[in-house]
């Protein structure tokens, strides 16, 4: 966007990031993912990172827990592949949303990243508890760009739960090369 005009990739992407596709349409080669975060520079921030990245995605961004969940139910024919979900949003943070998503007969198996800023060790252990699949800090662009390379290349992956100390994917710069 230059001087409050959207560019015709602007809004091309913006409309296919809203775009649902019905999974006997959805390519497989299309990465789905959503992120849940209430903050729109921080959504701004993912969305470039993700752009950069050598994958067809198709990303659908919400603002709260409670539309996470909303949307959720209703593309249960059309679930995402990863889920990038904030800890501290409004109406439901993502520690609550987490639990219900693991709760859930036909969501528990979509691997979620908490993508937070809340990087204390209680949050980290408590998602850890919660059945999270990685913990990625928001930090600099060039490490979430990097950290969302290695994540996307990884989820197709059978899922398991792995090591606590893997788990803070992005907390430590060795984790990044």
């Known amino acids: 966007m230059q001087n409050g005009k959207s560019s015709y990739a602007d809004n091309n992407f913006r409309a296919m990031e809203n775009r649902l596709v019905p999974s006997s349409h959805h390519n497989p080669a299309t990465i789905n993912i959503v992120l849940a975060d209430d903050d729109v520079d921080e959504q701004q921030f993912f969305k470039t990172a993700i752009r950069e990245l050598p994958f067809i995605t198709q990303i659908n961004v919400l603002s709260d827990g409670v539309y996470l969940l909303e949307y959720l139910v209703k593309s249960m024919n059309d679930k995402p592949?990863?889920?990038f979900l904030d800890i501290m949003m409004p109406r439901k943070d993502g520690i609550e949303c987490l639990q219900e998503i693991k709760q859930h007969e036909d969501l528990k198996s979509i691997p979620i990243v908490m993508y937070s800023n809340s990087v204390g060790q209680d949050y980290i252990v408590k998602t850890y508890e919660c059945g999270a699949q990685?913990?990625?800090?928001?930090?600099?662009?060039?490490?979430l760009t990097e950290s969302l390379r290695q994540l996307l290349a990884i989820i197709n992956q059978p899922y398991k739960q792995v090591s606590l100390q893997e788990f803070q994917f992005c907390l430590r710069t060795e984790n990044l090369r």
């Open 134 to 143: 990685y913990f990625l800090q928001k930090g600099k662009y060039s490490e």
């Open 81 to 83: 592949d990863i889920i």
